[in-house]
C-alpha cells in the first residue's frame, strides 16, 4: 500500500513511501525531527542543504510547532473532524447511496451521471488525496437506456462486489443488480468478471428485477441482501438473503444449497443491512408481514457448505424497534441502527445490549447508515435532534460503547448537512477513509455552503498540488 502521510495528531502514523515522514493538522504542515520534507533549505531559508542536513535549531522549532498545535486540538475529539467539508472531494449530481475505499481509492455508488464534472453511471472512483476522478474507470451500470442505481459496495483482496438495481455493467455486459470487478486486470478500465453472475432475481423463471441492498464478504462467501426471491437462474430459492461463493475468475456465483437461515417472510419487505464476522453473520430487515415475535434482526452461524444457518438468535426482542437499516461492527461490539450496542465474544452475542451505552436519534428521526472511525460511530439519516436535545442534521458523532460510555455526542462535530428541516434530505452513506470520514446522500448543503450529495470530513486531506501523485501510474491493486 502507497501511504503518504505520518504524524496524525487525530490518530493513525504512517511513513511515506514517496515522501519522508512528515504529519498533517488542521491543514498545517509538522516535521518530524526524524525526517524532514523541507531539509533542503537552510535556516536563511536558502535552498543550500542537501536532504538529510537539518540544523538543530529547525529541528527544536519544528517540535516547537508540533506541540503548539497538539495543544491547540486538545480540546478537540479524538479526531478533531472539521465541520467544514474539504473541498477537493467532488461532487456528483445525483443521490450517493454507498461508500467504500480500498487502497487510495475511493468508490462512489448511487444514481448519479456525474462526478466532479466526469461523465459516470452509478458507479466511479476518485483518488482519496487529489479528489481527482480516475479517468480509466468506467463501470457504466445501466439499467435499459437510463442510469442504473448502486446501493451496495463490499470488497475483498481481489475484487470489488456492486450490487443495486441495474441490468448492465460497462454497458453492454448482462447483470442482475450484482457484479464483480476485479482490482487489477491488466487494464486500467472497469472490467466485469465475466464468469461471476449468481442471477437474483424475483420470478421463478429467472426474470424480475431484484434489488441488492447489502454485500457483505467473510471467509469462502459472500453473503447477499436485497429483494429477491430466487438466484442461479431460479435454479434455487432465496428469499431475501443467500450465501455465494467468491467471484475469483473461476467461480460461477453459486449459492451455498445449505445455508438458508430464514424464510422470505423473516425478514419482511427487504433485508437492507448486513454484517459479517468469522464467527456469525448478522442481518436486518425493514418490514413485517408476519406475527410481531418474528425477528427482523437476528444473528447466525456462517455458511460452509453445510451450515444450514439455524439456530437463528433474536436480537430485535431486546429492543422496541419494528426495523433496523442499518448494522456495523468492531472487535468488541454490533452497532445497530436504530442505535444500540450488542457485546461480542469472539464474534458472537452475549446477549442484551450495553445498558449504559443508549445515544438517541429523536424527533422521530432514523439512521441510514453507520460507521466507526477510530473511537467514534459516526451515525448518517434523517433527523435534526439526538439525544435529546442537541441540533444535529442528518450527521453527527457518538463515543463508542464499552460498559461505561453512554454514548454521548461529540460536542465539536456539528457539520450540518442541509437543507435542514428539509423532507427529501438524508445521508445514505458513510464510511471511514484513510483520512477520516466520507459522507454521501441527498442533500445540496453543509455548513449552510453548496456541497451537493458527497462530502469528506478531515484536515488530511488539504495538501498542496505538490504532494498529489499520479495514481494512474499503474493499474490499481486494491492494496
Same mark, same amino acid.
Given at each position: 500500500?502507497?501511504?503518504?502521510?505520518?504524524?496524525?495528531?487525530?490518530?493513525?502514523?504512517?511513513?511515506?513511501?514517496?515522501?519522508?515522514?512528515?504529519?498533517?493538522?488542521?491543514?498545517?504542515?509538522?516535521?518530524?525531527?526524524?525526517s524532514f520534507?523541507?531539509?533542503?533549505?537552510?535556516?536563511?531559508g536558502e535552498?543550500?542543504?542537501?536532504?538529510?542536513?537539518? !540544523?538543530?535549531?529547525?529541528?527544536?522549532?519544528?517540535?516547537?510547532?508540533?506541540?503548539?498545535l497538539?495543544?491547540?486540538?486538545?480540546?478537540?475529539?479524538?479526531?478533531?473532524?472539521?465541520?467544514?467539508?474539504?473541498?477537493?472531494?467532488?461532487?456528483?449530481?445525483?443521490?450517493?447511496?454507498?461508500?467504500?475505499?480500498?487502497?487510495?481509492?475511493?468508490?462512489?455508488?448511487?444514481?448519479?451521471?456525474t462526478?466532479?464534472?466526469?461523465? @459516470?453511471?452509478?458507479?466511479?472512483?476518485?483518488?482519496?488525496?487529489?479528489?481527482?476522478?480516475?479517468?480509466?474507470?468506467?463501470?457504466?451500470?445501466?439499467?435499459?437506456?437510463?442510469?442504473?442505481?448502486?446501493?451496495?459496495?463490499?470488497?475483498?483482496a481481489?475484487?470489488?462486489?456492486?450490487?443495486?438495481?441495474?441490468?448492465?455493467?460497462?454497458?453492454?455486459?448482462?447483470?442482475?443488480s450484482?457484479?464483480?470487478?476485479?482490482?487489477?486486470?491488466?487494464?486500467?478500465?472497469?472490467?466485469?468478471d465475466?464468469?461471476?453472475?449468481?442471477?437474483?432475481?424475483?420470478?421463478?423463471?429467472?426474470?424480475?428485477?431484484?434489488?441488492?441492498?447489502?454485500? &457483505?464478504? !467473510?471467509?469462502?462467501?459472500?453473503?447477499?441482501?436485497?429483494?429477491?426471491?430466487?438466484?442461479?437462474?431460479?435454479?434455487?430459492?432465496?428469499?431475501?438473503?443467500?450465501?455465494?461463493?467468491?467471484?475469483?475468475?473461476?467461480?460461477?456465483?453459486?449459492?451455498?444449497?445449505?445455508?438458508?437461515?430464514?424464510?422470505?417472510?423473516?425478514?419482511?419487505?427487504?433485508?437492507?443491512?448486513?454484517?459479517?464476522?468469522?464467527?456469525?453473520?448478522?442481518?436486518?430487515?425493514?418490514?413485517?408481514?408476519?406475527?410481531?415475535?418474528?425477528?427482523?434482526?437476528?444473528?447466525?452461524?456462517?455458511?460452509?457448505?453445510?451450515?444450514?444457518?439455524?439456530?437463528?438468535? &433474536?436480537?430485535?426482542?431486546?429492543?422496541?424497534?419494528?426495523?433496523?437499516?442499518?448494522?456495523?461492527?468492531?472487535?468488541?461490539?454490533?452497532?445497530?441502527?436504530?442505535?444500540?450496542?450488542?457485546?461480542?465474544?469472539?464474534?458472537?452475542?452475549?446477549?442484551?445490549?450495553?445498558?449504559?451505552?443508549?445515544?438517541?436519534?429523536?424527533?422521530?428521526?432514523?439512521?441510514?447508515a453507520?460507521?466507526i472511525?477510530?473511537?467514534?460511530?459516526?451515525?448518517?439519516?434523517?433527523?435534526?435532534?439526538?439525544?435529546?436535545?442537541?441540533? @444535529?442534521?442528518?450527521?453527527?458523532?457518538?463515543?463508542?460503547?464499552?460498559?461505561?460510555?453512554?454514548?454521548?455526542?461529540?460536542?465539536?462535530?456539528?457539520?450540518?448537512?442541509?437543507?435542514?428541516?428539509?423532507?427529501?434530505?438524508?445521508?445514505?452513506?458513510?464510511?471511514?477513509?484513510?483520512?477520516?470520514?466520507?459522507?454521501?446522500?441527498?442533500?445540496?448543503?453543509?455548513?449552510?455552503?453548496?456541497?451537493?450529495?458527497?462530502?469528506?470530513?478531515?484536515?488530511?486531506?488539504?495538501?498542496?498540488a505538490?504532494?498529489?501523485?499520479?495514481?494512474?501510474?499503474?493499474?490499481?491493486?486494491?492494496?
Amino acid at each position: 500500500m502507497r501511504t503518504i502521510g505520518g504524524i496524525s495528531c487525530g490518530g493513525g502514523f504512517s511513513t511515506g513511501e514517496r515522501k519522508p515522514l512528515a504529519g498533517r493538522f488542521l491543514g498545517a504542515r509538522v516535521a518530524s525531527p526524524a525526517s524532514f520534507i523541507d531539509d533542503s533549505f537552510d535556516e536563511a531559508g536558502e535552498a543550500t542543504r542537501a536532504p538529510g542536513n537539518c !540544523s538543530h535549531r529547525f529541528q527544536r522549532f519544528s517540535l516547537l510547532v508540533l506541540a503548539l498545535l497538539l495543544g491547540a486540538g486538545a480540546g478537540r475529539g479524538a479526531h478533531a473532524l472539521p465541520n467544514t467539508p474539504n473541498s477537493l472531494v467532488p461532487q456528483t449530481n445525483g443521490p450517493v447511496y454507498a461508500l467504500l475505499q480500498v487502497g487510495h481509492k475511493i468508490y462512489v455508488g448511487g444514481k448519479f451521471t456525474t462526478i466532479g464534472g466526469v461523465a @459516470r453511471n452509478g458507479l466511479a472512483a476518485f483518488n482519496d488525496a487529489s479528489g481527482a476522478v480516475d479517468p480509466y474507470w468506467d463501470p457504466n451500470i445501466q439499467r435499459g437506456t437510463a442510469k442504473g442505481t448502486v446501493y451496495a459496495l463490499a470488497a475483498d483482496a481481489q475484487r470489488l462486489y456492486v450490487g443495486g438495481d441495474f441490468d448492465t455493467a460497462n454497458g453492454a455486459t448482462a447483470r442482475n443488480s450484482l457484479a464483480a470487478f476485479p482490482f487489477s486486470n491488466g487494464a486500467r478500465v472497469a472490467t466485469v468478471d465475466a464468469k461471476w453472475d449468481p442471477r437474483f432475481s424475483t420470478r421463478s423463471d429467472g426474470t424480475g428485477s431484484p434489488r441488492i441492498r447489502s454485500v &457483505s464478504v !467473510s471467509g469462502a462467501f459472500a453473503y447477499i441482501a436485497g429483494t429477491f426471491g430466487y438466484a442461479n437462474g431460479a435454479a434455487i430459492t432465496r428469499g431475501r438473503l443467500a450465501a455465494v461463493e467468491p467471484a475469483d475468475g473461476a467461480n460461477i456465483g453459486a449459492v451455498d444449497p445449505a445455508w438458508q437461515p430464514v424464510s422470505s417472510e423473516l425478514l419482511g419487505n427487504d433485508c437492507r443491512a448486513l454484517a459479517s464476522n468469522p464467527a456469525r453473520v448478522f442481518a436486518a430487515g425493514t418490514t413485517i408481514w408476519t406475527p410481531d415475535n418474528y425477528p427482523v434482526l437476528y444473528a447466525t452461524v456462517g455458511a460452509n457448505g453445510v451450515n444450514s444457518g439455524n439456530p437463528v438468535t &433474536s436480537l430485535a426482542e431486546y429492543l422496541s424497534y419494528s426495523r433496523f437499516f442499518a448494522l456495523v461492527l468492531d472487535a468488541g461490539h454490533l452497532y445497530t441502527g436504530p442505535l444500540a450496542a450488542f457485546g461480542l465474544d469472539d464474534g458472537v452475542p452475549t446477549g442484551p445490549p450495553d445498558p449504559s451505552w443508549h445515544p438517541t436519534i429523536d424527533g422521530g428521526g432514523w439512521p441510514n447508515a453507520l460507521a466507526i472511525v477510530g473511537s467514534q460511530l459516526i451515525v448518517g439519516g434523517q433527523f435534526s435532534t439526538v439525544n435529546g436535545t442537541v441540533a @444535529r442534521n442528518n450527521l453527527a458523532a457518538f463515543e463508542l460503547a464499552n460498559g461505561v460510555n453512554t454514548g454521548a455526542v461529540d460536542p465539536f462535530w456539528n457539520p450540518d448537512i442541509g437543507p435542514a428541516l428539509d423532507s427529501n434530505t438524508q445521508v445514505y452513506a458513510v464510511a471511514p477513509s484513510n483520512h477520516g470520514v466520507i459522507v454521501g446522500g441527498a442533500f445540496t448543503t453543509v455548513g449552510g455552503q453548496p456541497r451537493a450529495y458527497l462530502a469528506g470530513f478531515d484536515a488530511m486531506w488539504h495538501r498542496s498540488a505538490a504532494e498529489h501523485w499520479d495514481e494512474y501510474d499503474a493499474p490499481e491493486t486494491g492494496n
